[in-house]
C-alpha cells in the first residue's frame, strides 16, 4: 500500500529553500507516528534537507530516489519509480510504504497512491514547492485536531484521506 505524507499550507505549498515551511512539533510527532516501523521513499533533496543527526531516519527502512549514481549508509537508493514499485511489489507487499516527498517524488508517486495522510495547516505561506492537487476520487476517511489548537502558533488538522 502507497500513502504520502505531508504538511500543507491552504495553497498545497509544502517547502521553500528545501525546507518545511513551519515547525509544528504536533505535526513532527504525528509524522513519527505514522512511518515508525515502515518505509519511507524520499528524494534525494528531502533526504539532504533531513538534519544530519537524524540521517537516516531511525527506526524506518530508507530509501532514496535519484538519478545520481551514489550510495548512502544506511540507505536503500533507487533510479526510477518503477524501481521502487518493484521493490515494493516484492519485498513489502500489503504493508505501508509512506511517501514523504519532494514536489517531484510526491507528483510521481500520487498515481499510485491508496492513501494520504496530510497535515492542514490553516495558514499562507511564502512557497516554492507543493503538492499536487487532491482530486474529488479522494475522501476524508479520518479527522483528528482542532482547526483552533492553543498549542500550537499554526492552527492545523491531521486528515487522512482515501480512494473512493
Known amino acids: 500500500m502507497i500513502c504520502l505524507t505531508v504538511i500543507v499550507d491552504e ?22 507516528e505514522v512511518t515508525s516501523g515502515k518505509v519511507v521513499v524520499m528524494g534525494y533533496n528531502t533526504y539532504l534537507s533531513l538534519p544530519p543527526k537524524s540521517r537516516p ?10 538519478r545520481k ?8 537508493v533507487k533510479h526510477s519509480v518503477e524501481e521502487v514499485l518493484d521493490m515494493i511489489k516484492e519485498d513489502y507487499a500489503g504493508q505501508e510504504v509512506i511517501i514523504m516527498g519532494g514536489q517531484s517524488i510526491y507528483t ?16 499562507k505561506f511564502k512557497a516554492d514547492a507543493y503538492f499536487p492537487e487532491i482530486s474529488p ?3 476524508i476517511t479520518e479527522l483528528k ?18 480512494k473512493k
Do not use: C
Open 11 to 32: 495553497n498545497l505549498a509544502i517547502g521553500y529553500e528545501n525546507r518545511l515551511l513551519a515547525h509544528i512539533p504536533e505535526d513532527l510527532k504525528h509524522f513519527k
Open 57 to 66: 531516519l531511525p527506526n524506518r527502512t530508507n530509501v532514496v530516489l535519484t
Open 137 to 139: 476520487e479522494w475522501e
Open 145 to 162: 485536531g482542532k482547526r483552533i489548537n492553543v498549542s500550537s502558533e499554526y492552527p492545523h488538522v491531521f486528515a487522512t484521506y482515501e
Open 108 to 123: 510521481q508517486f500520487m498515481p499510485y497512491a491508496d492513501k494520504l495522510y496530510i497535515t492542514h495547516v490553516f495558514r
Open 69 to 76: 549514481d551514489i550510495a548512502i549508509d544506511g540507505v536503500t
